[in-house]
């Protein structure tokens, strides 16, 4: 069973919609959840983190975590095509452990 | 803003050549990682450091590995005999604690 899953798209969105990123996660134990954007041969840049359940809000971003049903999603409100990238969930047990990260969903924001 | 800084960017190698990647974390980070994506897939771990010492590795960072921090800014990779399936994206990371990473931008290593 994977740690992390994500559905790997692509996910196409017109400019100034709303984007859904969705994720689960297979580990109860689980205590920090983040959202990384990965633009093609970059790194990954952390977006948001969310560590209890809820809504959190950043400005365009709102992530949201529900611990009992092991999901984490992303909304990205008014989508820009500058928002096209790959992005990674990812999950952590414990400070100072790995993260977890599932394979990515791709997302293209058509002008 | 700070940042972790790798090098070098791109380096090829011959198959059973050692390489060293280098990574400089930020310098109030208390813990380092590396991990690696192989191209199209996702990141992998492979080790995480704390307070001088291995403090979690994955199946893929076997004896072909190593890490050091020989000198309290320098965090390096040594991969001792590379493999044509070592060719990856490798990425340094640190985080004070209880935060999400803060990524290098990687250092693309090609085995030939």
């Known amino acids: 069973q994977k740690e992390v899953e994500q559905n790997s798209g692509p996910l196409s969105v017109p400019e100034g919609a709303i984007a859904s990123l969705n994720c689960t996660y297979s580990?109860?134990?689980?205590?920090?959840f983040f959202w990384y954007r990965q633009y093609s041969g970059k790194s990954p840049e952390l977006i948001m983190s969310i560590y209890s359940n809820g809504d959190k809000e950043d400005g365009r971003f709102t992530a949201q975590l529900n611990k009992a049903s092991q999901y984490v999603s992303l909304l990205i409100r008014d989508s820009q095509p500058s928002d096209s990238a790959t992005y990674l969930c990812?999950?952590?047990?414990?400070?100072?452990?790995?993260?977890?990260f599932g394979t990515g969903t791709s997302l293209t924001v058509i002008p | 803003e700070p940042e972790v800084t790798q090098t070098p960017s791109h380096q090829v190698t011959q198959m059973g050549q050692e390489v060293i990647l280098r990574c400089v974390p930020i310098s109030n980070h208390l813990y380092f990682y590396w991990y690696r994506q192989i191209l199209g897939q996702k990141v992998e771990f492979l080790v995480s450091?704390?307070?001088?010492?291995?403090?979690?590795k994955s199946e893929i960072f076997d004896d072909q590995f190593s890490v050091e921090r020989p000198d309290g800014s320098n965090f390096t990779l040594k991969i001792r005999s590379t493999k044509l399936e070592d060719s990856a994206m490798y990425f340094c990371a640190s985080t004070q604690g209880a935060y999400g990473y803060t990524f290098g931008s990687g250092t693309r290593l090609t085995v030939v």
């Open positions: 580990d109860r134990g689980s205590q920090s």
């Open positions: 450091f704390y307070n001088n010492e291995i403090s979690e």
């Open positions: 990812a999950v952590n047990k414990n400070t100072g452990n790995q993260f977890y």
